[in-house]
C-alpha cells in the first residue's frame, strides 16, 4: 500500500482527480483542503505517517510555490507532483526551481499522472528487492507478504520485532521463528542488510545529505549514524561521499 495526500482547494479539482486515485487499488489516500489545513498540517501529518506522494490540485499561485518548496526542503524523499488544466511556462520553471520536477497539466493530464504514479511506485526507494535475500515473494505465504509490505510502508522507527509483532498479533519469540522460515535470516541480520541497502539508495541514488539520512533511518543523532555506518562499511561515509561530491 502506498500512501497520498490530496492539497486541494475547490471540489471541481478532486473530480477531476478522481478518476486517476480510482485507479491506484489499495492506496491510501488523504485529503487537505486548503480552506481548513495549512501547510503546518500537512508536516504534522508526513512527521507522523509514511507518506509516498503528495499531489497539489491548487491554482498556481507564488504563495503555493513557497509553501511546496517548504515541504520539498524538509522532506526530500516526498515525491510533491503539481496537477492542473493549466499552467504557463513561466510557471513551470518556478515550479522545477522549487524542487517540483513532476506537472501534469492539458487534456492528457489524468493519463499521464496515472503512468507515472504506477512508474513511481514500481520504483519507490523503500522496495525491498528479492535479490537481497533468498526467497521468492511468489512462494510466500500470505504473512510472509504481509510483513514485507509492513516494512516497505511504515516509518524506520517501527521496523522492529516488537511493532511488526503487534501488527500480526502474535508473540515476538513467534515471530522471529516464522520470520526466520520465511526469509531464511534472522530478524537482526535482514534488517541491517536491508538497512545498509536503503543508506546506498539514500547517499548515492537519491544524493540525500547525511543530515537527512541519519532522519529517515531513525538514528538519534548525525553521530550515532557516522558510526554505524563506518562500523558496516569499514570507511567513515565522508571517505565514500567524497567523489559523489556530497557534504553537510
Not at 499552467?87 to 520536477?101: P, R, S, V
Amino acid at each position: 500500500m502506498s500512501a497520498l495526500i490530496v492539497y486541494y482547494e475547490h471540489q471541481e479539482e478532486l473530480d477531476d482527480l478522481s478518476m486517476v486515485l480510482r485507479g491506484q487499488n489499495g492506496w491510501d489516500f488523504q485529503y487537505f483542503d486548503s480552506g481548513q489545513f495549512s501547510v503546518n498540517d500537512i508536516t504534522t501529518q508526513l512527521i507522523d505517517e509514511e507518506i509516498n506522494f503528495l499531489i497539489c490540485t491548487k491554482v498556481f499561485s507564488s504563495k503555493i510555490v513557497m509553501d511546496l518548496c517548504q515541504l520539498y526542503e524538509r522532506f526530500p524523499l516526498l515525491t510533491i507532483i503539481y496537477f492542473n488544466p493549466v499552467l504557463k511556462d513561466g510557471e513551470f520553471a518556478e515550479l522545477y526551481k522549487a524542487g517540483i520536477k513532476y506537472c501534469f497539466v492539458g487534456e492528457q493530464r489524468q493519463n499521464n499522472l496515472n503512468i507515472a504514479l504506477k512508474k513511481l511506485f514500481a520504483e519507490r526507494w523503500k522496495k525491498i528487492p528479492e535479490e537481497l535475500f533468498d526467497y521468492d515473494y511468489e512462494l510466500l505465504p500470505s504473512r510472509g507478504k504481509r510483513i514485507l509490505r509492513y516494512i516497505e510502508n511504515t516509518p524506520i522507527k517501527l521496523f522492529t520485532t516488537e511493532h511488526i509483532a503487534k501488527y500480526l498479533r502474535m508473540s515476538q519469540s513467534h515471530f522471529r521463528k516464522e520470520f526466520k522460515s520465511y526469509f531464511g535470516v534472522n530478524f537482526r541480520q535482514f534488517k541491517q542488510t536491508l538497512l545498509c541497502h536503503y543508506e546506498d539508495i539514500l547517499l548515492f541514488e537519491r544524493n540525500l545529505k547525511p543530515r537527512n539520512v541519519f532522519q529517515v533511518l531513525d538514528y538519534k543523532n548525525l553521530s550515532a549514524f557516522s558510526r554505524s555506518f563506518k562500523t558496516r562499511h569499514g570507511k567513515s561515509w565522508q571517505v565514500l561521499t567524497r567523489n559523489n561530491n556530497l557534504s553537510l
